[in-house]
């Protein structure tokens, strides 16, 4: 596999900072609200400095690249809007799973090529799994240890054994009214009698959906960029699609990062 080496230190550093957060996830923490109200404890700002540090000594074909964090500072459009490339990294999405203490949080590390994620790296500290790759690669999923990722099982892994049965994923922390009906919709266009509903924390399910587990997962509140990059790189190198919820392709590096919803199918 073509860029091995540079999966394997990726990973790496997405370990070194699941480290981080798993010694303060072991004991007490403070949690304190965001503008946003969205929670915001001293592992995400541990997680950051550990990728950010380490992202802006790495290079990608020679060339080395701007770091975009969501617990950094974001740089206005006029500044970024011709960088080519970019790492985009939420070091600790999920942290409403964190807070729970039900370990379905993730470390997220994306490439951006202009305005489509290129790879991605997630990984769960909690069960010390990485899903990496990306369209041009292949996706993988390993356990660690695992340091020169020769141990990696190809996605999907499996597929649906039962064509009238629909399998979608769906938030722990965020599911609707619009979630269910669409689902419905779904399941009756493909001639599905039964509906199968997979809850998990924040990047997770794509990557039930990168590893054939689930057949769908339809999101309709916003997200930002920096939640979906990472795992919508491993969906494609999965061979399956991310996609706004109109059909058209989900865009990054926009002036205001924020996503309006997706289909992952």
Not at 6 to 11: A, H, I, P, Q
Not at 87 to 101: N, S
Not at 139 to 147: A, G, L
Not at 240 to 260: A, H, W
Request: aromatic residues 10%; proline residues 5%.
């Amino acid at each position: 596999m073509e860029d091995l080496k540079l999966f394997s230190k990726l990973t790496q550093i997405a370990i070194d900072a699941g480290n981080e957060i798993m010694k303060i996830y072991s004991g007490d923490f403070k949690v304190e609200l965001k503008d946003d109200n969205s929670p915001l404890t001293a592992a995400d700002q541990a997680a950051h400095n550990v990728i950010s540090k380490a992202l802006l000594l790495e290079d990608f074909r020679g060339n080395r690249y701007p770091v975009l964090s969501e617990e950094g500072e974001i740089p206005p459009y006029n500044e970024r809007r011709d960088w080519e490339y970019f790492w985009l990294i939420d070091p600790l999405d999920g942290t409403k799973e964190f807070v729970k203490r039900n370990g379905e949080f993730t470390v997220n590390i994306a490439l951006i090529e202009k305005d489509r994620p290129r790879l991605g790296i997630v990984y769960l500290p909690v069960k010390k799994l990485v899903y990496f790759g990306g369209r041009e690669w292949g996706s993988y999923k390993t356990q660690i240890p695992d340091p020169d990722l020769e141990h990696r099982l190809r996605l999907p892994l499996k597929q649906s054994g039962d064509k009238h049965r629909l399998r979608a994923a769906g938030s722990r922390s965020h599911r609707s009214s619009r979630f269910d009906s669409w689902v419905k919709q779904e399941a009756e266009s493909r001639g599905c009698t039964d509906i199968d509903v997979v809850t998990a924390g924040s990047s997770l399910k794509f990557c039930l959906a990168a590893e054939g587990a689930v057949d769908v997962y339809p999101r309709f509140g916003p997200t930002m960029e920096w939640d979906t990059a990472a795992a919508h790189a491993v969906v494609e190198g999965a061979g399956k699609s991310c996609t706004r919820p109109d059909g058209s392709r989900m865009l990054y590096n926009k002036p205001v990062m924020k996503n309006d919803g997706f289909i992952v199918s």
